[in-house]
């Protein structure tokens, strides 16, 4: 347990871990669809603080990674066109289109900028009249409210050249599509905390009981994710497949209403190709019929796009947690932060690239991912990993936020 | 990208009818837009996610979590310089460009 000491509050976490190692009794599959809990899972080792039986599968849970290759090939063609500004969040920059990225684009002259928020991009577009502004709008739930109040307001504000290039996609499809694949192994999911911070938890009882899959909504920090793991443990070793809210401090059952209602006007629900997986049904938003002059796909006929996945980048299988990054043949050697084959070797949410920086290139391929101590650092490629020395305990931590568990529980 | 980090409110002020603060996240001080959380008072702390609130957080939580997040180096990823980091990913140098490529918010 070598990375317990980087733990907020170690002493909570120990108790957490005890608390699921005394109640496992055979092998669980848990996934996490959320590039947030990936990231933390692998830098804290927790995958390997856990008990041999209880397996982490990633999921699809990094936005940046399930793009379609064709909307971003489509963004690299519109940002390209002179009397464009293309603003983008900085997590888009380095995902690899067909043979080039955004930032690439920059160095051939595009005038690609990067916001911090979606309003940025529409300041953008007031201050410079003369200019088509193009924001382009991924993301998951948490992050299309932000997306769908800027096109609102570009309305409201009669800013007319202004468009959102959109590909935004859903979570509970997405857990759906996952459950009916031949190949699942999951049998239980953790649900992403920031998304139930928007969308609530109404749409999963139902996934809960269709598929008899206990889902226990978490949060992103360590302690967090532990205990989102220990509530799992015990309903499946309890036989019960419940909807759990673990993250209570940010998730309330309705999530938030008025972002909801700015949803509902802005966005329709419409099929979405998954980069990697493929179409799944009714899995993301696009502008509605109200909004469809902001659409850039509307606005900027993109026509001729020819896209192209390296052969070798087996990052579909990755996304849909039936392959582990350390596994495919490419991982730290052809593919790596530096030379991406795929998406998920880009973003620090994507499990490929998460796995180089945190450790795994000594893992033997295909071995089941619970050696005693992990690699330090990723240095097969001549690349320094990020500094992973131990990170200092935080002093004068409490208990974190009070949850409400629903048995006696370690935390206090 | 869905990292959301937890700020506390400076002022609030309407702007082209729209309700914005500023926000303190830790000593980086950003403009947010409160429209999803209208009722947010100054001194409360919110999850704020690319520029929005979206939920309210009690004091305790959110300062623990920005302790771990600037432990952790994370207010630098989320407010640092998106072409330096990009940059650096990648080993390449940054791309030159008119103007400033980070749109600093005013």
Redesign the interface.
Known sequence: MKYIDEF?DPDLARRLLDDIHAAVTRPWALMEV???QTHTII?HGIDQLLPDQVELIHGPG???CVTPLEVIDKALEVASRPGVIF?S???M??VPGTGRDL??V??E?G??????????AL??AQQNPDREVVFFG???E??A??NA?TVY?AR??GIRNFSLLVSHVLVPPAIEAIMRSPNCRVQAFLA?G??C??MGTGEYPELAERFRVPIVVTG??PLDILEGVRRTVLQLERGEHTVDNAYA????PEG?P??RA?LADVFEVTDRAWRGIGVIPASGWRLSERYREYDAEHRFSVSGIRTLEPAECRSGEVLQGLLKPHECEAFGTVCT??TPLGATM????GACAAYYLYRRLDLPAAAASKTAAAAEHAGASG?PAPDSTP??T?TA??A??PHAPREASPVV | MCLAVPGRVLDIEERDGTRMATVDFGGVVKEVCLEYLPDLQVGEYAIVHVGFALQRLDEESAKQTLDLFATLGMLQEEFGDPWELAAEAGGSPLPAGDGAPVEAQK
């Open positions: 907020q959320c590039g947030g830098r990094c936005p940046v603003c969040f900085g997590d920059l380095r930032f690439q920059r160095s002259g005038d690609v900028r990067v916001v911090y928020s979606p309003l940025d300041k953008i991924i993301g998951f948490t992050t409210p932000p109040m307001q409201k504000l992403a920031h998304v911070s928007v992103f920090e401090r940010a998730v309330r938030n008025a972002a700015m932060p530096r880009v973003s620090s949410e690349t990170v200092p935080a931590t409490a974190p936020a």
